[in-house]
């Protein structure tokens, strides 16, 4: 296991796991998720030292690699309108337990949510907060196998310390002419520079992407929070 933080914030943090046995480790199509079994601290009633398996599904956060698989997990914590609610069991686990080179089961990687490998059609990935996760595995696959192929990324997030990703993504800009980045904050900081860091203020909507999407034919992925949704 290897970790690696993605935002300023320290919120989001990035596991590349490693295969043990040093085989190769199965396929996956861009936009899929990884299953991880966590055992983690007993809840309230449990016995001191006691632990309870814990499965969840987190996006696998970049292309198919036979040497890893890599998953980017935002700490969950309790909602600011219910401060008394527990803290995500599983994110809090990943975030303050799991250290390199420590061991974790997870299951072959699956889900339906995936990019059309049709190079002809430009793909609009629309992402909100952590939902950027399986955006940035199609995103990669996509510039790294068919670089020809048109992709618009819209990104939305609070401010400049929520942003994930933010050198790797304006290095796929600069790198890329086909692929297109749009980076929203709903509310810049006093650090945040626009045209900089974001290029658009509020939030990812119909509006804006009739304004800044050329009219074409197009598939859409968009995964976000429900207020996005």
């Not at 890329?176 to 520079?193: K, R, S």
């Amino acid at each position: 296991t290897h970790r690696a933080y993605e935002d300023i914030a320290r919120t989001q943090c990035s596991f590349s796991l490693e295969p043990i046995d040093g085989a190769p480790l199965a396929a996956y199509r861009p936009g899929q998720f990884l299953t991880v079994v966590l055992p983690v601290a007993g809840g309230e009633g449990d016995a001191p030292g006691d632990t309870r398996n814990v499965t969840r599904c987190y996006s696998l956060s970049d292309r198919d690699d036979a040497s890893h698989f890599r998953i980017t997990v935002k700490r969950a914590l309790a909602p600011a309108d219910r401060p008394s609610l527990p803290a995500g069991l599983a994110s809090t686990h990943l975030h303050d337990q799991v250290h390199e080179g420590d061991v974790i089961r997870v299951k072959a990687p699956s889900g339906q949510f995936v990019l059309d490998p049709d190079p002809t059609i430009p793909a609009v990935l629309i992402g909100g907060g952590i939902g950027i996760t399986p955006l940035m595995s199609m995103l990669s696959w996509s510039l790294a196998e068919q670089p020809e192929r048109e992709v618009h990324l819209f990104y939305g997030v609070r401010c400049g310390a929520d942003h994930a990703f933010k050198a790797r993504l304006e290095e796929l800009a600069a790198l890329h002419a086909t692929f297109h980045l749009h980076v929203v904050y709903m509310a810049p900081e006093a650090g945040d520079v626009e045209g900089r860091d974001y290029q658009h203020t509020g939030f990812v909507d119909i509006a804006l992407l009739g304004r800044t999407l050329p009219e074409a034919r197009q598939k859409f992925y968009v995964c976000g929070p429900p207020v996005m949704m």
